[in-house]
């Protein structure tokens, strides 16, 4: 079991940037593959990035590729999404996810992550 904590959401303006973390307790987390998802009202819930538990591959999502950044620190059971050059249709809660399996459509894909945080809030204001 795992549990994950997402912080670091908030309001900002067009341009700004905001890192998110993402702690996890329980089994050791460096043995999951992590990704980051989010939501926006009435629409469902979109890939947005994903790292192996190593650290050594990422994946992103066309829409963030260039503007995000996800990172982890396995000793700290920290996963992290740098948000540069935010845009408005950013704005959604953002959710992130363990994944015991690999592979690129493994990782891209939301029903494939077993466990996930209870999400935070982005608003981008233009």
């Known amino acids: 079991q795992v549990q994950l904590v997402e912080s670091g959401g908030g309001l900002v303006q067009a341009g700004g940037s905001l890192r998110l973390s993402c702690v996890a307790s329980?089994?050791?987390?460096?043995?999951?593959?992590m990704g980051w998802f989010r939501q926006a009202p009435g629409k469902e819930r979109e890939f947005v990035a994903a790292?192996?538990?190593?650290?050594?591959?990422?994946y992103y999502a066309d829409s963030v590729k260039g503007r995000f950044a996800i990172s982890r620190d396995n000793a700290l059971n920290t996963v992290y999404l740098r948000m540069n050059s935010l845009k408005p249709e950013d704005t959604a809660v953002y959710y992130c996810?363990?994944?015991?399996?690999?592979?690129?459509?493994?990782?891209?894909?939301?029903?494939?992550?077993?466990?996930w945080g209870q999400g935070t809030q982005v608003t981008v204001s233009s």
């Open positions: 329980g089994r050791t987390s460096s043995t999951y593959n």
């Open positions: 790292i192996t538990r190593n650290g050594d591959i990422t």
């Open positions: 996810a363990a994944n015991q399996y690999s592979g690129r459509y493994v990782l891209m894909t939301a029903a494939r992550y077993t466990y």
